[in-house]
């Protein structure tokens, strides 16, 4: 476990040169998925450089976070068609190095970070500020070609500035995972000074920007982690409490820690049986609100407590592009840091997946093209 400052970087074997083809001056070094289902179905290699479109930018690639969502699209389990191959990567930072012909709000050599639900900008959803939900939004490494490359190609719209004192690999820990929780936590939600705020798992992406973020707005936060090194960085980020969620009754740690009164809000990412338990830690009138199903799709649900509680449940999709601004400004300032488990060169992406699936990984994995 380390910050941004004290990540490790692996390091991994190069591609036997005979291997190699010429490295060609109009191609650039990927990571494509080949096939769906079995692990690791992946070629590390050259691809034609992409070429942008007259809305779009090309965008050098100094780094990319990996996410749960990538797992789903090396599995093939997600309820869109991908077409294969497909070079994966949501999570990107770089520097613009391309224009396309309409492009005029940006400029070759701007830092950028690139929102992963690319918006069509046109929308109802859209011209109300709810890019999240549009109804033309495309996931990027998934639906399109992503960041595990040296170049991408995005919507000009889909990029916003990076400050100068947020570090690519910090951006490509946030944009995602961080962006996420501040969606979830400031508007799809919303915490008062005082409230109870249980986050689930503190050593996830979005666990560990949560419980800053709900810290940072005046809550009282409990988390969760089932090793002593999960519970040791929950502690860190600031979190007030932690309970031991490897203990089948952590939901009666919970409430004993609230005086049996229950928390007021629930930042859940998990799904399955986690979402089923989060319900016996709620004070009455209290939110749960989900953004993932990592453990599971569908869970059966009690509604009496619904009713006699009056208990809501909501969903929370992505980020809006203010969130992603406000995740870097909060980072920018030092109110929001990215936990960093390794840094890992292109060749490695499999490596990276290995360890996400063996549940290895202490805050984030990142990239470096």
């Known amino acids: ?7 490790r970087e692996a390091t991994f074997p190069r591609l036997n040169h005979r291997r190699r083809t010429r490295f060609n001056s109009h191609d650039m070094k990927a990571v494509q998925l080949l096939a769906h ?3 690791g179905q992946f070629r590390f290699g050259e691809v034609p450089d992409p070429k942008p479109a007259a809305d779009e930018v090309i965008v050098r690639v100094r780094a990319c976070g990996v996410n749960h969502l990538d797992l789903w ?6 309820p869109m068609p991908v077409a294969l191959p497909r070079i994966g990567g949501c999570e990107v930072a770089g520097e613009i190095i391309a224009l396309g012909a309409d492009v005029d709000q940006w400029r070759v050599g701007d830092r950028v970070a690139v929102q992963s639900n690319l918006f069509c900008g046109t929308c109802e959803f859209c011209l109300r500020g709810e890019d999240s939900i549009c109804l033309n939004g495309k996931l990027l490494g998934v639906q399109c070609d992503g960041g595990f490359a040296e170049k991408v190609k995005v919507p000009a719209r889909c990029v916003v500035a990076l400050p100068e004192a947020v570090s690519f690999e910090t951006s490509a820990a946030l944009t995602l995972a961080g962006s996420t929780a501040m969606h979830m936590l400031t508007d799809r939600t919303e915490v008062r000074a005082g409230d ?24 009282r936060v409990i988390t969760t982690g089932s090793s002593a090194a999960k519970r040791e960085l929950g502690f860190k980020l600031g979190a007030d409490y932690v309970v031991d969620s490897s203990k089948a009754d952590w939901p ?23 979402l089923q338990s989060v319900f016996h830690c709620l004070a009455r009138g209290g939110t749960v609100v989900t953004c993932g199903a990592t453990g599971g799709r569908e869970v059966p649900v009690q509604l009496w407590p619904f009713f006699v509680k009056q208990h809501r449940l909501i969903g929370s999709y992505g980020r809006n592009r203010g969130d992603l601004n406000a995740t870097l400004e909060w980072a920018a300032d030092g109110r929001l840091k990215p936990v960093i488990h390794q840094l890992i060169p292109l060749p490695g992406v499999s490596n990276a997946f290995e360890q996400l699936r063996a549940r290895q990984v202490l805050g984030k994995l990142v990239v470096k093209p």
């Open 73 to 78: 699209f090396e599995q093939g389990d997600l």
């Open 1 to 7: 476990m380390c910050s941004s400052d004290l990540a």
């Open 252 to 274: 009666a740690e919970v409430r004993k820690i609230t005086d049996k009164r229950g928390v007021d809000l629930v930042v859940e990412h998990v799904g399955g049986v986690v």
């Open 196 to 219: 109870w705020v249980l986050v689930i798992g503190a050593s996830s992406g979005v666990g560990s920007a949560a419980v800053q973020i709900a810290k940072q707005l005046g809550g």
């Open 37 to 39: 289902g079995t692990p």
